[in-house]
């Protein structure tokens, strides 16, 4: 018995809840087996859960995830990990069991004390400690008795948050292992929520980036857009097209062309009474309906001079019905400069009025010079076809008799007989009166109608 001590150790007994029998055999205490079960238990669950928080990536989920696991490892009845916002100053919890969003004050409250202080908090009973508020339990009706409470660091040992477990689920208070197992915890934490942080800027950084281009590619994408616009502005598309690809684009000849002049007769006379920007949308208003029309009837702009308008047809894809087409727009233009002096004399202003000439023939057409393109025409077919509008009467379409040859057996015309133009000598010229009535809608001379259309594509 004198070697038994006064607890019932032995003194040959190594550790409290280790007995060494006489015979030498050891034997463990049910209660410190038991603890010992329960321990290596909890460390499987920590290292279990430390895989799925490790490899978790997005912050919300594995927020849940460290509560659950927190959680279920505590034996508690619910907990909750607790943020620093540095800017605020506030612990803020995104996940909260039990209850929504919580925001704190640094310092205040319990987990508010141990992110300021990082000391551990044990309280074995909540309500007799000053720093518990019970304002949350009165409101939600949850009976809050023990708390442990630890403090989160990051890898460069800055405190992040905490995390607090309430109540365990047996009833006892936690103990010293819980305080070291909740440590495990918070560590594992800290170095989940550095990681999950990092790929989340990264993740942030890499979608801003991927704005930022996407941004840029449609900026891109706009700037080419009004550059290619403004390009077909300039040059015909085909044009366009091969300067772009080839850099270069070699000037073609074409055999049928028909060339399209315009010129205002009074024009001087009337810009002398108008303010330059009046001029100028005048001029804009005209021409701008010149471009819709002969852009209905396949014709190329060439350009404009002061008040003449030059467009032309049969390029740059060439094609057979072109003086046909050219007769068209010119009837349609005349038409609306007839239908703009009407209005303009019945309300006493000045107008202008229209000659117009077209001849047919061979010519050359392309792009001259590396500066400031312009797709141009050049020829005798082009100066015969400025011959025919000043030689031409306003309002009239002038047209010569190579065109009228093309043209004969759509519209009605008038022969003029040989008219001299300069430096042209004597040119067969012709005024085109209207369609012919069984080509026209209703007879009327005016309106294309498809006997017409369909007799024009046969060319």
């Not at 030498?24 to 909890?42: I, Y």
């Not at 460069?156 to 995390?163: P, S, V, Y």
Request: charge should be negative; hydrophobic fraction near 40%.
């Amino acid at each position: 018995m004198s070697e038994v001590s006064s607890y019932g150790r032995r003194k040959t007994d190594i550790y409290k809840e280790i007995i060494v029998r006489d015979d030498g055999t050891k034997a463990v205490l049910f209660s410190t087996l038991d603890s010992l079960s329960r321990q290596a238990k909890n460390l499987g669950m920590l290292v279990d859960s430390s895989r799925s928080i490790m490899a978790e990536r997005n912050l919300d989920l594995l927020l849940e995830k460290i509560l659950v696991a927190v959680t279920n490892v505590m034996e508690a009845d619910r907990s909750t990990l607790f943020l620093l916002d540095n800017d605020t100053q506030e612990l803020w919890s995104r996940v909260a069991q039990g209850s929504q969003e919580i925001r704190i004050r640094l310092g205040e409250g319990i987990s508010g004390f141990v992110a300021e202080t990082g000391e551990v908090v044990n309280i074995p009973d909540a309500y007799n400690d000053p720093r518990f508020n019970p304002a949350s339990d009165q409101k939600t009706g949850y009976k809050t008795k023990t708390i442990l409470c630890c403090p989160v660091y990051n890898p460069q040992a800055e405190i992040i948050g905490a995390i607090q477990v309430l109540n365990k689920l047996d009833g006892s208070e936690f103990s010293n292992g819980d305080e070291q197992l909740l440590g495990a915890f918070a560590s594992l934490a800290g170095i989940s929520l550095a990681n999950a942080k990092a790929y989340e800027e990264l993740q942030n950084e890499r979608d801003l980036l991927e704005s930022r281009v996407i941004e840029r590619t449609r900026d891109l994408d706009e700037a080419k857009k009004k550059s290619d616009e403004l390009l077909l502005n300039i040059l015909p598309i085909q044009v366009a097209d091969e300067l772009k690809s080839k850099g270069f684009s070699p000037p073609k000849r074409y055999e049928q062309v028909s060339v399209l002049f315009t010129d205002l007769k009074g024009f001087t006379n009337v810009a002398e009474k108008l303010e330059p920007e009046e001029l100028i949308n005048e001029l804009d208003r005209c021409f701008t309906y010149f471009d819709e029309v002969i852009g209905r009837y396949n014709l190329e702009k060439i350009k404009t001079i002061g008040d003449s308008y030059m467009c032309a047809g049969g390029l740059p894809i060439a094609n057979r019905s072109n003086p046909v087409e050219a007769v068209l727009a010119a009837l349609e233009i005349q038409k609306f400069m007839e239908q703009t002096r009407d209005i303009k004399r019945s309300l006493g202003e000045d107008y202008w009025e229209l000659r117009l000439g077209i001849h047919t023939g061979p010519l050359v057409a392309g792009v001259a010079g590396k500066k400031k393109f312009a797709y141009d025409i050049w020829g005798d077919t082009v100066n015969t076809a400025s011959r025919l509008e000043s030689s031409g009467a306003v309002g009239k379409v002038n047209i010569s008799g190579e065109t009228f040859r093309l043209v004969k057996d759509f519209f009605t015309c008038e022969y003029r007989g040989l008219v001299k133009a300069k430096n042209k000598g004597d040119i067969e010229m012709y005024f085109v009166l209207a369609i012919e009535p069984e080509f026209s809608v209703g007879g009327m001379g005016e309106v294309p109608n498809k006997h017409f259309f369909q007799k024009m594509s046969e060319l």
